[in-house]
């Protein structure tokens, strides 16, 4: 399968712990995207990289939040000192680029901060 | 608010009927994207729109994109249990590839 991975599926944490998640895109999309979302809702955007640049963040994303793309393949998304309120899917797509910009979604990360 | 309206919030239908969502914007529309998501799963991609105008089909779905593209409609014909799910639309409206989300729609087939 060559679709869009994510590790793990799923996370329990306790609330002050600092968890990561990894994103492997389909192979040579350039553009890679994190979403957070919760139930019934939809997605809400995070970040997203060209390559290994970062090129947006949310306004809405705390500091406790990084992400990285260091040799733009896989991504990394990090939370420091979670809090309760960070429970959530976390969901990641990438795209080709190249005015191809139908995104393709992982199964998502669940993270549960208790 | 949101900044794309989607209607109804569930559906539930009958198998074998007809059924319509709706995504709506106020502003004009680069693309306008439907997924399907199973609960607890990551978006299936159905279909991406960018003309005013413009229809697209597959299998038993069909979605359409208004002339002014501010608003966009998704069809199920006939409708069968695997048409299950929530169903999200998807716009980009700054031309920046960032795509803003409806709440989506909660769809449930009545055998």
């Known amino acids: 399968d060559t679709g869009v991975s994510q590790d793990p599926r799923h996370k329990i944490t306790k609330r002050g712990q600092n968890v990561t998640f990894r994103c492997d895109p389909i192979?040579?999309?350039?553009?890679l995207y994190w979403y957070r979302q919760t139930l019934g809702q939809g997605p809400e955007f995070l970040t997203y990289?060209?390559?290994?640049?970062?090129?947006?963040k949310s306004r809405l994303l705390s500091d406790r939040f990084s992400a990285e793309r260091p040799k733009g393949s896989f991504s990394t998304l990090e939370i420091q000192r979670t809090e309760q309120g960070d429970s959530a899917m976390y969901l990641c797509?990438?795209?080709?680029?190249?005015?191809?910009?139908?995104?393709?979604f992982g199964p998502g990360t669940r993270l549960l901060v208790l | 608010s949101q900044e794309l309206e989607q209607s109804p919030q569930s559906l539930i239908v009958q198998e074998g009927k007809n059924l319509t969502i709706n995504c709506t914007s106020s502003?004009?529309?680069?693309?306008l994207y439907w997924y399907k998501q199973k609960y607890g799963e990551g978006l299936i991609f159905l279909m991406m729109?960018?003309?005013g105008g413009e229809e697209k089909s597959h299998e038993k779905i069909t979605a359409k994109l208004d002339e002014k593209k501010q608003q966009s409609s998704l069809h199920i014909t006939a409708s069968q249990p695997s048409h299950a799910g929530i169903y999200l639309c998807?716009?980009?409206?700054?031309?920046?590839?960032?795509?803003?989300w409806g709440a989506g729609t909660k769809l449930i087939i009545k055998p």
């Open positions: 797509a990438s795209s080709p680029g190249a005015n191809q910009e139908t995104q393709y």
């Open positions: 192979s040579e999309h350039n553009r």
């Open positions: 990289f060209q390559n290994e640049a970062q090129l947006e």
């Open positions: 502003k004009t529309l680069y693309g």
């Open positions: 729109l960018q003309k």
């Open positions: 998807g716009a980009d409206m700054d031309s920046n590839y960032q795509l803003i």
